[in-house]
């Protein structure tokens, strides 16, 4: 069973860009080998609970190496039956749509 998870970490009190700290976010994320999708409010994956927040963790980890404060918010969508919902939930979307979306 795999689920959606979808957050948003960054840190308090580094100035106005925080790239550079999300950057190193989605090289953990991408090196996972876990499906995401990266948004300009944060980053969803897909996987098992276990995986996704170790992921979490290291990004966090990695984040308080050099940052004495962090914000983060968590969203989670698990439905039994379902596989594949980062992509589905966007196609059934476009389907009921008639046209594809940007994304």
């Known amino acids: ?59 966090f980890e990695r984040m308080s190496q050099d940052c004495d404060r962090i914000a983060c918010t968590i969203k989670i969508d698990w439905r039994r039956d379902a596989t594949r919902q980062l992509d589905k939930k966007i196609a059934s979307v476009e389907q009921k749509l008639g046209r594809d979306l940007k994304h």
Request: charged share 20%.
């Open 1 to 59: 069973m795999t689920m959606l998870l979808e957050f948003s970490m960054f840190p308090v009190g580094k100035g106005e860009s925080l790239s550079e700290h999300v950057a190193r976010s989605l090289d953990i994320i991408d090196h996972s080998g876990l499906p995401y999708r990266l948004n300009p409010m944060g980053t969803t994956m897909e996987g098992q609970w276990d995986e996704l927040t170790d992921v979490v963790r290291q990004c």
